[in-house]
């Protein structure tokens, strides 16, 4: 019995195990572990014929032993026989308490050694392109408006034009208008204030986003008369500089906008001075 033991340690659930359903040990070899998968696969199915071998052998020279019938060579034959079992059982252990301090995984089957699943990493937030600046601001540049590149205070800093969500909102929905237009000013502060306008009011409407310049496209004057129009149906107040329309949101305040001009309430188009020349405002109708 106690050479008995050994044999059930490498096979335990051969002998004891009793139950209806077949159990099937499936063999998996990992071709990216290579060679020591193989050899992980070798070693533990060697221990378990070892095992039983020997289990097999100790019956086989206990059996002889019992029939040799007094026949003294017989009975030396089964003692040397179990004698080279207890010495092979011995060295098999030796090897297994070898590779055990060697590599304690490589005597586990592949789910024991397998491994283990890293903890879910929760990618960092990731903060979305600047939109605009802080507030309602938008990039109109981003939102498709027509652009003047070359004039100052669009792009003279950059692929970047600004303007109040509400102002832009309004602009988008007018620029397939014909006559087709351009912006040629979106400054906003500070971007282009310090670099392309440094003359420009601090309570300047331009910048917060609330006003914004713009031409025809042709360059023909008549053309800026007919987008006054178009802008006012739209809600948007106008101030017609000769060269250019100043277009100021109705939520526009401070210096350049259509209630800091002195022309609200007043019949539309008024009339002042603007830097030594004759200026009309074109209030929203």
């Keep these: 019995m106690l050479l008995f033991f050994p044999a059930l340690y490498f096979h335990p659930v051969s002998v004891f195990a009793q139950t209806n359903t077949p159990k099937y040990e499936v063999l998996t070899f990992s071709a990216a572990e290579g060679i020591p998968s193989l050899i992980k696969i070798i070693i533990g199915w060697a221990f378990k014929f070892a095992g039983v071998f020997a289990f097999a052998m100790i019956v086989f020279a206990g059996f002889e032993y019992t029939t040799s019938g007094g026949n003294t060579s017989k009975q030396k034959d089964a003692q040397e026989r179990i004698v080279s079992v207890i010495v092979g059982?011995?060295?098999l252990?030796?090897?297994?308490?070898?590779?055990?301090t060697i590599n304690p995984d490589i005597l586990k089957s592949p789910s024991e050694t397998a491994a283990p699943t890293p903890p879910a990493v929760t990618p960092p937030a990731v903060t979305p392109p600047d939109q605009g600046l802080p507030g309602t601001l938008v990039d109109i540049i981003k939102m498709g408006l027509p652009v003047d590149s070359g004039t100052l205070g669009t792009l003279a800093q950059g692929s970047e034009a600004y303007l109040d969500k509400t102002l832009a909102d309004t602009l988008l929905a007018l620029k397939d208008k014909t006559p087709a237009w351009v912006v040629t000013d979106a400054c906003i502060d500070p971007k282009c204030q310090s670099t392309s306008e440094p003359d420009r009011q601090s309570d300047d409407c331009h910048l917060d986003g609330t006003c914004v310049d713009i031409d025809a496209v042709s360059g023909n004057y008549n053309d800026n008369i007919k987008l006054i129009?178009?802008?006012n149906e739209a809600g948007l107040?106008?101030?017609?500089e000769g060269d250019h329309l100043h277009i100021a949101s109705p939520e526009a305040?401070?210096?350049?906008?259509?209630?800091n001009s002195g022309c609200e309430g007043k019949t539309s188009p008024c009339s002042f001075i603007l830097n030594g020349k004759k200026v009309y405002w074109y209030g929203a109708t």
């Excluded at 252990?93 to 055990?100: D, P, Q, R």
């Excluded at 107040?237 to 017609?240: F, K, P, S």
Aim: avoid cysteine; glycine fraction near 8%.
């Design 229 to 231: 129009k178009i802008f």
């Design 93 to 100: 252990f030796a090897f297994y308490i070898i590779l055990y």
């Design 89 to 91: 059982i011995i060295l």
């Design 237 to 240: 107040n106008v101030l017609d």
């Design 253 to 259: 305040s401070g210096y350049g906008s259509y209630q």
